[in-house]
């Protein structure tokens, strides 16, 4: 089966808010970009499974790879879950839009096998990458029905999906 891209975002799609208690307080926040983990345990297996099944290496395009080694990230994903089998393959092009990063990554490596899970829809002005967006509820993260989702525009793009 030929490989393909997982597209992934962190914030709202596997490191979702928490609530913590504090000095007296709560304090409704996202875990920060230095801890050792992402929040979303279930969100992180569900994009395992998606890219086992569907043959699926990650490109991260969250705003972490503007202030975050590619190892520290990658070393993050699996200390949060992502099963081993999934292949962390590389980034965008830091500091730039990620509709446009996609693009260019899609064009340099003649990618057409590919879906993009993010939390916000910066890609509205490119149809063709709306037709594989999956987008999350920031609360929730990628979940079952984003999963479904996800699989469907795989089909639909002619990808054979393994159940």
């Not at 801890?35 to 972490?64: G, R």
């Not at 965008?92 to 839009?97: N, S």
Request: aromatic share 12%.
């Amino acid at each position: 089966m030929k490989k393909g891209i997982c597209f992934l975002d962190f914030d709202g799609v596997i490191n979702n808010r928490i609530i913590k208690y504090e000095n007296g307080k709560f304090n409704i926040t996202y875990l920060s970009k230095d801890s050792l983990s992402f929040s979303n345990k279930q969100a992180i297996l569900w994009i395992s499974k998606l890219c086992i099944e569907n043959n699926l290496d990650i490109v991260i395009i969250s705003s972490h790879i503007n202030t975050c080694d590619f190892n520290y990230l990658k070393n993050k994903l699996y200390n949060s879950g992502l099963v081993d089998k999934v292949v962390i393959k590389d980034t965008i092009k830091p500091y730039i839009r990620r509709d446009i990063g996609i693009r260019e990554y899609l064009s340099k490596y003649g990618i057409d096998k590919y879906v993009i899970i993010d939390d916000e829809n910066y890609y509205e002005k490119y149809n063709e990458l709306n037709k594989h967006l999956i987008l999350c509820s920031s609360e929730y993260g990628f979940l079952i029905n984003e999963y479904i989702s996800a699989c469907n525009i795989l089909e639909k793009n002619n990808v054979k999906t393994l159940k």
